[in-house]
Every structure is written in structure tokens, then in C-alpha cells.
């Protein structure tokens, strides 16, 4: 069983090339993520949402800036996924039998994961019982997310997706996530935040050697 983690890291001084950051007025949060914590009741943590001066789309700058491990950064990477008989209640109307959508496009799946791993697309294949699994286009997560890359939060999305969470996000008692921006982070217990998000908790990160 892995180490948990105590705690929520205290800012930092940073190296002269990363943003310091601050606790903003509520409107740091994208306006669509604030309401869906609304929503969700969840209102308190938007006071807790901290701002980048700067944008800082990367885990290892976000990390930095936050205070706390790599792996209590929790990216929300939207994949592009083709046969895969588990999503045919995820398909538009329009789309192919085989669950394809577009043929371009694939349908989303949002993969939660911890920012020291990288996502195995093999295991996700595997998960899904798919034909293929490649990252989504930009505009594509956009459109599903209603967010741009480097700012897409775990939840609060403007469509329903099947979300698979890495377990080793677990490991922690609290994580950071993007609060719709790339400039803004929100720490949650990564528990709740999964269960937020509606995820199945599955190992989806690449094996360390």
C-alpha cells in the first residue's frame, strides 16, 4: 500500500522563471467550472482556487509553483477512442454503429492521472476493449470539455464523457487540478475528486521499469 501523503503543500519560493501565484477573487475560476462547483455544492472551494500570474500549462512548472510533489498534480487528459463496445451509449446521434463518431474524431474519454506519469495507451485500449485509443485533437477537446488544453478541470464539463481514473492519484490525501484555465489550480481530496468526476478507478499509467 503506498505512502499517503499528508497535507496541502504551502507555496514556495520559485526559481526566477516561474510565476509566483496568488489566491484571487472568485472569478479566477472559469465561469463554467465555478458554477458547476455551485451546482455540486461544492461553492467552498472556489475560495481555494489559487491564480498563476502567468500561464503555466505544464505539471512540472504547475508543481513548482504549487509547492507540492509532481504526483499530487492531476492532469485531465481528453484520448480519442474507436471500437469500443463500452461506449455505444456514449455515441451522438449520427454517429457510426461501431461507436466511432466521426471517423476522424473517435468518441472522448477523459483520462484522470497523476502528474509524474504518463498515460499508456495500450492499457487503455485494454480497459475500453477498444480497436484504437490516440490523444483528441485540440478542437475536439474544446468541444467536448468546453475548455482549452492546459485548462481542462476533472469535472464541470459542457458534455458527459466516460472518465477512467489512474488509482495512484490515491497515493495522496490531496491533489492540484486545473480550475478551467491554464492559469488557475484547486486542491481536492483525490476521493471526492473522482467520485465527482464520475470515474472508474482503473491502472492506466506506463509500468516504471
Not at 490516440?134 to 488544453?149: C, H, K, L
Request: glycine content about 8%; aromatic content about 4%.
Amino acid at each position: 500500500m503506498p505512502h499517503r501523503r499528508k497535507g496541502i503543500a504551502r507555496p514556495r519560493p520559485l526559481a526566477a522563471n516561474l510565476p509566483l501565484m496568488t489566491t484571487p477573487p472568485e472569478s479566477a475560476a472559469h465561469p463554467r467550472f465555478a458554477e458547476a462547483l455551485r451546482e455540486r455544492g461544492l461553492q467552498e472551494l472556489i475560495a481555494e482556487v489559487r491564480h498563476f500570474p502567468e500561464s503555466t500549462r505544464t505539471a512540472v512548472e504547475a508543481a513548482a509553483a504549487v509547492g507540492c510533489e509532481l504526483s499530487q498534480i492531476c492532469k485531465s487528459l481528453v484520448f480519442a477512442v474507436w471500437g469500443s463496445p463500452l461506449l455505444e451509449h456514449d455515441r451522438k446521434p449520427g454517429e457510426g454503429e461501431s461507436g466511432e463518431g466521426k471517423a476522424e474524431e473517435g468518441v472522448p474519454v477523459l483520462v484522470l492521472v497523476d502528474g509524474a506519469s504518463r498515460v499508456d495507451l495500450e492499457r487503455v485500449r485494454e480497459e475500453l476493449g477498444a480497436r484504437k485509443v490516440a490523444r483528441a485533437r485540440a478542437d475536439v477537446v474544446r468541444e467536448t470539455t468546453g475548455y482549452a488544453i492546459g485548462g481542462v478541470p476533472p469535472f464541470g464539463h459542457r458534455t458527459r464523457t466516460r472518465v477512467l481514473a489512474d488509482r495512484a492519484l490515491l497515493d495522496h490525501d490531496v491533489v492540484w487540478a486545473a480550475a478551467g484555465t491554464p492559469y488557475t489550480v484547486f486542491p481536492m481530496d483525490p476521493k471526492e475528486l473522482v467520485a465527482q468526476a464520475g470515474g472508474a478507478l482503473v491502472d492506466v499509467r506506463e509500468r516504471t521499469a
